[in-house]
């Protein structure tokens, strides 16, 4: 089956064409259909042989403007994503596309940019997102960042947003759902030791990488690696669930500066993933092998 969705020769001439086309992060109208229809297949192909990746819930996910909610797994080499978005386009098709905000460490990577932008990503910032909601576009954000991307092994389990309210605000403002997806697997692709917070605020990482985590973990290819920084991901088993919709139709637009009622929202979304996360957690029985 796999080799059956493996790339034609013309089909590999049209991608390279594209990959090597110069993009603006910037540009909310980026997403290539063509470019997308084409690697899907193959994409979640490999998604389901490596991370067996198990997706449920996506039937409930609503038509139209959204903002989707995830929690973030391994570190910068996260691949998560890449297998959802592939899944989502072969059953949704291209008529609801998914825009995902992505570090400007991401979209500064000359060929890693293009990718991204082909499939519908943009540089996280809050111009772009609006831009895409009133458009009538989902969005996907991860508001943990790089401090739940590199949170402890130990932690992997554990929705670590760090009190960032961004989120709730843009849905507050735009007055569009907010849509829950809790990802499981993705954190046992390699193991972090320490997130490092602290040397990283010594070494003044946020201003200079927009980094909170200067991490220590055991990973391919390096054994030991430091920093913020690429791995070879193990193949560890994906889980992903969709929760159902948080409504905001009870509050106001101007509730975007109600502090109770941002906090309100926060709490309700966190607490909804992580016991999520927690159902999950607990069908897996061994680290990778899930």
């Known amino acids: 089956m796999v080799g059956q969705r493996l790339l034609s020769l013309d089909s590999l001439r049209t ?8 993009c603006d992060p910037d540009q909310v109208e980026g997403i290539d259909a063509e470019f997308i229809n084409l690697l899907a297949p193959a994409i ?6 490596y991370f067996r990746m198990e997706i449920e819930g996506m039937d ?4 139209g403007p959204a903002l989707i ?4 797994n391994a570190g910068i080499t996260f691949l998560e994503p890449i297998g959802l978005g592939a899944r989502w386009y072969l059953e949704r098709g291209m008529n609801d596309t998914l825009h995902f905000l992505v570090h400007d460490a991401m979209v500064a990577l000359p060929l890693l940019r293009t990718f991204l932008i082909r499939t519908g990503c943009v540089r996280a910032s809050h111009e772009t997102a609006n831009k895409l909601l009133r458009r009538g576009k989902k969005v996907v954000v991860f508001p943990g960042g790089n401090l739940e991307a590199f949170r402890p092994y130990r932690n992997r389990y554990k929705i670590t ?3 960032k309210k961004g989120f709730v605000r843009l849905a507050l403002r735009e007055h569009v759902p907010i849509v829950p997806v809790v990802l499981v697997g993705g954190h046992e692709t390699f193991f972090v030791l320490r997130d490092g917070q602290r040397l990283a605020r010594i070494l003044h990482l946020k201003k200079l990488l927009r980094s909170e985590t200067c991490a220590l973990f055991l990973g391919l290819p390096w054994g030991v690696g430091f920093g913020p920084i690429f791995h070879l991901p ?12 948080v409504s905001i139709d009870k509050y106001e637009p101007g509730d975007v500066d109600n502090p109770w009622a941002v906090d309100e929202i926060y709490r309700l979304v966190t607490e909804r993933m992580q016991k ?7 069908r897996r029985r061994f680290p990778v092998i899930g």
């Open 44 to 49: 979640d192909s490999l998604s389901r042989l």
């Open 60 to 63: 409930g996910v609503p038509r």
């Open 161 to 163: 947003f760090g009190g």
């Open 69 to 72: 909610v995830g929690n973030h």
């Open 234 to 245: 193990l193949p560890a088993r994906s889980q992903v669930r969709f929760l159902e919709p």
């Open 276 to 282: 999520a996360v927690d159902e999950l957690a607990a």
């Open 15 to 22: 991608v390279t064409s594209a990959m090597l086309a110069s």
